[in-house]
């Protein structure tokens, strides 16, 4: 709010609470909330004792712009039908910059949501979108307390939670219809689940030696084919070397979201960890077998097929008092416990939790009459 110089009164604060958060004499300078995340604010200005200006935030007609250009795949994912909820709830237009990938998915899955590479000169509002672990000023609690629907709920401030986005038009889509390059053969008509061994951070990933060799060659002799979808063969990252398991196909590479969606609603299902994959493969209707110790099972969307070790150290991710950002394991780093939530997860464990959702998969397809 920019004052000019002269006998003014200020008082900004909450519309729906009636908690006024500032309530002065002010002249000659500029207010600004360091609260980023949505709140109805209710402004009022009195000179010399009478009201001259007040306003009360009210989106209803006018465009809003919401940036998630720096947002990572799967909160933006996430964040989707957040933003279509607001649009609803507050009638305003929603704008949003996206990433350049994320642009064909917002048109094709959220329709609704208008998308700019800038912010409109006339914006009412701008809310740059992200789960934030920063207490007070970025989100209404540090999101690590929170499962995700809820921080997402509570950034935005929508009063109803949307059902999660969903890609495919079937949860279970014709499996003919599948890329060329995974087209039927073998005994059991070109089955196959798709793998993504990285994620934006070592700790994100699975570390048992060997687990994944093991589980891929499993399900190999089980008559699955296997396919890695992550961008990079290999990731080096603090002393940590992930790289593609020999016996995958590979199917890494910067490929189109797209593409990667039509293939995830054709796999039996996805392995992985916390990753912005995982996110897509749920999105795309795929049993997401999900292997991380690293987070909470609150942190991510539900999934049945959920694999972690709650004997060994875990969680940190959802435990505010630690900065995972600065330590790759902020509880045991330099020790012989270091990410012993990750390398104590076993292939048995993963093997059981992949079975069951290819059998659940299969189960589905068959009540579908689907081949």
């Known amino acids: 709010l920019r004052v000019p110089a002269g006998a003014f009164h200020v008082r900004i604060g909450d519309a729906e609470t009636g908690l006024w958060y500032f309530d002065g004499d002010v002249s000659e300078t500029v207010l600004v909330s360091m609260e980023k995340y949505v709140i109805v604010w209710q402004v009022e200005v009195e000179k010399d004792g009478a009201l001259v200006f007040s306003h009360t935030y009210d989106p209803q007609g006018l465009d809003v712009f919401f940036d998630l250009s720096a947002t990572p795949l799967g909160t933006s994912l996430a964040y989707l039908p957040f933003l279509e909820q607001y649009q609803r709830e507050t009638g305003c237009h929603a704008i ?69 986005i969903s890609c495919p038009p079937s949860c279970v889509p014709d499996l003919g219809a599948r890329p060329a390059d995974v087209a039927a053969d073998g005994p059991l008509a070109g089955r196959y689940v798709c793998i993504a061994v990285q994620a934006s951070g070592v700790q994100k990933d699975w570390l048992a030696p060997g687990g994944w060799d093991t589980v891929v060659a499993a399900l190999k002799a089980d008559g699955c084919r296997v396919l890695c979808i992550d961008r990079e063969r290999v990731m080096e990252s603090n002393g940590y070397r992930v790289a593609m398991p020999a016996g995958a196909e590979d199917f890494t590479g910067a490929r189109p979201l797209q593409e990667r969606i039509d293939l995830l609603a054709g796999a039996a299902c996805f392995l992985g960890g916390p990753s912005g994959l995982a996110w897509v493969a749920h999105a795309a209707g795929c049993p997401v077998v999900m292997i991380s110790g690293f987070t909470l099972p609150q942190a991510e969307f539900h999934t049945l097929y959920r694999v972690w070790n709650p004997a060994v150290c875990h969680g940190c991710y959802c435990d505010p008092r630690v900065d995972w950002h600065k330590a790759i394991c902020p509880y ?40």
């Open 96 to 164: 949003c910059r996206v990433k350049e990938q994320m642009k064909p998915i917002v048109r094709r899955y959220a329709p609704t949501l208008a998308l700019a590479d800038a912010m409109p000169a006339d914006a009412y509002a701008v809310h740059y979108v992200e789960l934030f672990q920063s207490e007070p000023f970025f989100s209404p609690d540090d999101c690590r307390r929170l499962a995700w629907q809820e921080a997402c709920a509570s950034v935005l401030h929508v009063h109803q939670l949307p059902p999660m």
């Open 332 to 371: 045991h780093g330099g020790t012989e416990r270091e990410l012993e939530c990750s390398k104590r997860i076993t292939p048995r464990q993963v093997l059981l939790s992949a079975y069951r959702a290819i059998d659940d998969r299969t189960a589905q397809a068959a009540s579908q009459g689907r081949d």
